[in-house]
Every structure is written in C-alpha cells, then in structure tokens.
C-alpha cells in the first residue's frame, strides 16, 4: 500500500503561506548616493540590519549591518553605499509559498530577501524572522479557529433548544467483519471528544461502546445496529441484534465464560471479559435476551460525575436501591 | 516517565507505521494478547505488547489513546492494518523477541505496569 506522507501543521502551512502574507512591507530604502554614516542611522534608528539600494525605482543592491562594519574597520565611512554594496540581488516573488523563500535562504545564506511583484518591482524584505512570526500568527489563528468550533460543539445543546434534545448516532455492524471492528466506537468517541467531554468518561463510554460492538460482530448471525444517544448529560449505547440470542444472561455474565469459538479466541477476542468491562464501565446496564429473537443491550453512562451523584441521591429518595 | 523513543532505540525496535514516536511519553506498559483485558488494562499513554498483529490491535490502541504497540515474536501486521495505524496516529512497532523477554526490557528501562 502506498504510505501517505505525513506532513506536520508547520510543513503545510510554509506550503500554504503565500510570503506577502510575512513579509514586511513598507521598506525603509537608501539611495547609491547615501554615504555609510548616514546608512549607520538608518539601520540605527529603524532598528534593521539591512535595506535595499533603489535608484528611482530600480533596485540597485542591498546593503547591510555586516557591510557597514567592514567600511568601519576599513575606515571607509564617508563612502556611498553603492560602493560597498551587493549587488547579487537575491529575490522572491510576493506570490509564491513560504518554502520558495526557505529553498532560497538555505541555498545562499543571506539574511534577507528582496520580495518583488510580476513586474519584478520591490514590494518587501523578508528575514528569517518574518517567516517564523508569520507562522506563529498562523498557527494561532488555526489554533482560534479549531477553538471555536470546538466550542459551538461543546454548547450545542444550549444552542438548540427543546424539552429533551437528544443527538443521535448510528451505526450498522455487520456480522464477522473483524476488519471493521472498533470503527463504531472510536467514532462514538471522536464524537463525545467534539463535544467536549471528560476524558475519564470518554474512556468509559470508548470501552463500553468498543465490547459492545465487538460482540455485535462475534456473536450475531447478521450484525446488528450500534445506537448512541447523547444528551446533554447522558449517553445512552445500545446494541441491537435479531440472534442468536442468549441462552442464559446470568452465565454470560460471569468472567470469564465465552462462547465464541477458537478461530475467534485466536484472535485475542473472546475472553469472556466483555460484558464484565462494559458493566464496570456503564452507569447501568440492562441485557435482554430470547434465543430465537434477538439480543438488546443498553449502556448508561453520565456524563458529568456530578450528574452521576444527583442521580443516585434522587434514587434513594425514591426509596429504590442506588 | 520513559520516551517512546528511548524504548525504540533500547529495544530495537522496528516501528512499521509511519507515525513519529517524537515527543511520546510513555506512562506505564501492558502486556496480553486478549484484547477485551488490553481495553482495560491498559490506558492513555500505556505501551501493549501483545503478538497479535491484525486491525483490531490499532481499534484497541486508538480508543485507549496508547503510547504505542509493541508486537512481539515476529508478528508483522498486514499493509491494511499499517494503513489504519498511520490514519489513527498509532505507533506500531515490531520485533522478534518474546513478550516475556520485551517486558523485562521495558522494566529495566523504569517502565512499570501503573503510572
């Protein structure tokens, strides 16, 4: 199979970036005729450590703070800037990615570039630390915006008002088709992350939803249907099949027993453990069972540990058993 | 708190799905080969070693958040299984070693069975 290559949040954005979006603009600029002193306050005021060379409007050089030392010892100082300039003008065009302007600081080892438009007129200068603020701007802006829709999913069931809403998954599992196994489940999962729940709870509802699944696939003669229903404080998980059906729900439940033949145990599967995670898992748990007719399980799970408590209180106020 | 990385480079391992065991940090280590206990036995930031090598290693791994899998004796998950452990952001790594012996290695290396 081909591997997909994997590319981090920095890889694709120095692909996406186009440099205008770094680059800065404005550039402070010396004409050939300034003299190195006057390039000294230039840089010293500007707090630079280098500018392009424009003569009118073409670009002539760049000249930088390395430049300047060097008339300094040479004693050079009263010289135009034209004659200790670079004139190897390196550039890159406003339009392109990001990486074109990494390529070209690591081929030439310069400090800046000079940005340029199609009609190869000087736009901006780019240093190292343009790209590397621009990217941080950049990540946080993706940063803001995987917030906010995190967030809308967290409030969504203040947003959407009605006297029980409830947000309803399900998922069609087919019987023996190991390939798919834990796909329900790990979605059930991504969902409740989406929504902004507690991972100590997620994990419970990731197990319980993961066994239930598997035994929808294990044991079933035709699959059956993974149903999780979300509501603002609880998630309900119910797995639903049409057989074979359990003889004895009591024996099923007891570590450790398991019906599920060899080829399947080989697998690591049928441990006789599912339903005993799942029931230290749920909040309640309820199994019905006729053979010959199906099999209906249903998980609950709260999912906040303080609605958990008021739950129970409530129970023993109705005087039933918590 | 051991590096996934450390463990690779100590164990040497071969890691067969592309996803980086940079800045892993792995809290505690599991070992079964039964996947209903490694769902509860083991937790986020866990390492499993386990010889089983199919798909639903990588389901287990990515529902309870491991550090990564070691699988053990040779065992080599089919391109099928590499391609969801790469989809999923699960380390896999292989080697031919027993689990006992990878265990042992894990403990002298200062991982422990809980956090």
């Known amino acids: ?322 | 708190m051991t590096s996934l990385k450390e463990i690779i480079e100590t164990l040497n391992l071969e890691t067969v799905s592309s996803v980086s065991a940079d800045g892993r940090s792995v809290m505690a280590g599991y070992a079964s080969d039964l996947l209903s206990c490694a769902m509860k036995g083991a937790g986020k930031d866990y390492v499993w070693v386990t010889l089983q090598s199919h798909l639903n290693v990588v389901a287990v791994a990515s529902l309870s958040n491991l550090a990564g899998v070691i699988i053990t004796e040779g065992n080599r998950p089919d391109p099928e299984t590499i391609g969801r452990a790469d989809k999923e952001g699960v380390v896999l790594m292989v080697t031919p070693k027993a689990t006992f012996t990878v265990v042992g290695e894990l403990t002298r290396l200062g991982v422990r069975g809980e956090p």
């Not at chain 1, 030392?69 to 004139?87: F, N, S």
């Not at chain 1, 059930?188 to 696939?217: Q, T």
Request: net charge neutral; glycine share 8%; charged share 30%.
């Open chain 1, 1 to 322: 199979m081909a591997q997909v290559p994997k590319f981090t949040k920095i890889q694709e954005l120095i692909y996406e970036l186009p440099i205008e979006r770094v680059m800065k603009k404005g550039v402070i600029r010396v004409s050939p005729e300034t003299t190195m002193t006057e390039l000294k306050e230039v840089l010293r005021v500007n707090r630079i450590s280098g500018v392009p060379v424009m003569e009118g409007e073409r670009l002539a050089g760049v000249i930088s703070i390395e430049d300047l030392i060097k008339a300094l010892v040479e004693g050079d100082v009263e010289a135009p800037v034209r004659k200790r300039m670079t004139t190897r003008l390196i550039t890159v065009r406003e339009n392109e990615s990001v990486v074109e302007a990494v390529k070209k600081f690591t081929q030439y080892k310069v400090g800046r570039l000079l940005v340029v438009d199609e009609q190869g007129r000087l736009t901006g200068i780019l240093t190292g630390g343009d790209i590397t603020r621009g990217l941080l701007g950049a990540i946080s802006l993706d940063y803001h915006a995987e917030e906010i829709s995190r967030y809308r999913a967290k409030h969504i069931f203040e947003d959407i008002v009605s006297d029980q809403t409830s947000l309803i998954l399900r998922y069609k599992v087919d019987a023996k088709d190991f390939k798919k196994g834990g796909t329900a489940s790990s979605k059930i999962k991504r969902a409740l992350d989406r929504l902004g729940g507690v991972p100590e709870v997620i994990r419970r509802v990731a197990i319980s939803a993961y066994e239930a699944e598997m035994n929808l696939i294990i044991h079933t003669d035709h699959g059956g249907e993974l149903i999780a229903e979300l509501q603002p404080e609880v998630i309900r998980i119910m797995a639903i099949d049409q057989g074979p059906g359990i003889p004895d729900v009591d024996q099923a439940m007891s570590p450790g027993f398991s019906t599920a033949p060899n080829w399947i145990r080989e697998l690591g599967f049928g441990a006789g453990m599912g339903l005993m995670n799942i029931k230290k898992c749920a909040d309640a748990m309820t199994l019905e069972s006729t053979v010959g007719v199906g099999t209906r399980m249903e998980i609950v799970i709260y999912l906040h540990p303080e609605s958990r408590q008021e739950q129970a209180s409530e129970k023993q106020k109705d005087g039933e058993p918590s």
